[in-house]
């Protein structure tokens, strides 16, 4: 069997979600599980926190009936709400809460006759630009939903551009925004993702929207005393497959990228983007064997990579290989460091790791 696999360890999930919680405990936190929890399993994270998370955040009507087929019962919120009107009687029918972005959707709400009124949470975009109502239209929507046998437990809901950021003036403007509408409006508010779960408590409402921080990555663009004890649920981890001496001067891989600078040995480890590790690992782009630190040397093939091992005294055929996440002698490498020479971010890693590499589950529960 090859050996690449992508441990998830369901009790740093816990822990985690419990570190959100404590960021904020005035709030709920529903757990933000969109796009198959980030690569982790959507099913299987809900499971190991159905005891803990009163509610669930998807993206999707799909990715909600799949939790619901999988014996969850939370309420989940469709985070887009609605694609098209066809798709209320599902929301009904399996107690989802809906998010309301737009006009249509709006009034697909206003004429709908549901036999429980449904939860909403209203958007209003206050910088972000991309969903949402404007803050000056927003008021009259509100109301007009208020009043509607249709729409239970109005929220409003705003997402942040800049709150990874250390400061940002940016922020604090969509703050404002957001302050005078609910003071206004008398408004319970879901605002903070990650990064405003983390360092930003004036954001803090009703409900928070963690996500990325659940998965043990650190949003925040300088970490602080929480971010430090987050824990990496997905440690994507294979072997060594075969090993090199080269001569200085001998070229590895695709076009030779990297040539030894003096004797080298050089470890071929069994991912590549086939496996949707990121071709654009440039070398140097750190590599755990057996919990010590070394470099990827030459590009990333579709099956295979190349860790120039030549400090490794223990490496051979069959030694453990951390691509990022928990070493067995508890090294831990984030990948949020991975993500940086990738030039991209954990999500795009995480939610880019591909079925080939089977997730296998650990912890209470798993
Ligand atoms: C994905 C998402 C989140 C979670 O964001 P993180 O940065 O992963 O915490 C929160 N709110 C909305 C609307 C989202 O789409």
Same mark, same amino acid.
């Given at each position: 069997m090859r050996p690449l696999v992508a441990d998830i360890d369901l009790d740093a999930l816990r822990h985690n979600y419990q570190l959100a919680c404590r960021c904020a405990p005035q709030s709920h936190s529903v757990a933000? +599980?969109?796009a198959d929890a980030y690569g982790h399993g959507a099913l299987a994270c809900a499971q190991a926190l159905q005891n803990q998370a009163p509610a669930f955040a998807v993206a999707s009507i799909e990715e909600a009936l799949t939790l619901r087929q999988g014996g969850i019962t939370q309420p989940i919120v469709l985070l887009e709400g609605i694609f098209s009107a066809d798709e209320l009687p599902l929301v009904e029918r399996h107690g989802f809460w809906i998010a309301v972005h737009s006009q249509w959707q709006v009034d697909v709400l206003l004429a709908a006759t549901p036999l429980k009124p449904i939860p909403v949470w209203l958007k209003v975009d206050s910088g972000m630009h991309r969903l949402g109502f404007a803050p000056n239209e927003t008021a009259a929507i509100w109301r007009q939903l208020s009043a509607a046998p249709s729409v239970a437990r109005l929220h409003l809901m705003s997402h942040f551009a800049t709150?990874?950021?250390?400061?940002?003036?940016y922020f604090h403007q969509q703050m404002a925004t957001l302050q005078a509408l609910a003071s206004e409006l008398k408004a319970p508010l879901c605002l903070a993702n990650s990064p405003a779960t983390l360092a930003w408590p004036i954001a803090h409402g009703d409900w928070n929207r963690p996500g990325v921080m659940l998965y043990g990555s650190d949003p925040l663009e300088v970490p602080n005393a929480i971010t430090q004890q987050l824990r990496p649920v997905m440690t994507l981890r294979s072997e060594i497959i075969a090993l090199r001496d080269l001569a200085a001067g001998e070229p590895v891989g695709?076009?030779?990228r990297w040539r030894a600078p003096k004797r080298s040995r050089i470890a071929v480890v069994a991912c590549g983007y086939g496996d949707?590790?990121?071709?654009?690992a440039v070398d140097g782009t750190p590599v755990l064997v057996n919990g010590q630190r070394c470099a +990827?040397?030459?590009k990333?093939?579709?099956d295979m990579l190349t860790v120039d091992v030549t400090d490794v005294s223990d490496a051979a055929i069959g030694s453990d290989v951390v691509l990022w996440g928990t070493a067995r002698n508890g090294?831990?490498?984030p990948i949020d460091e991975v993500a940086r020479y990738c030039d991209t971010i954990s999500y795009t890693l995480l939610t880019g790791v591909l079925p080939r590499a089977p997730r296998r589950y650990h912890g209470r529960s798993a």
């Open positions: 933000v +599980i969109k709150a990874d950021a250390r400061d940002s003036d695709y076009s030779g949707g590790y990121d071709r654009h +990827i040397a030459g990333v093939s579709m090294e831990v490498l």
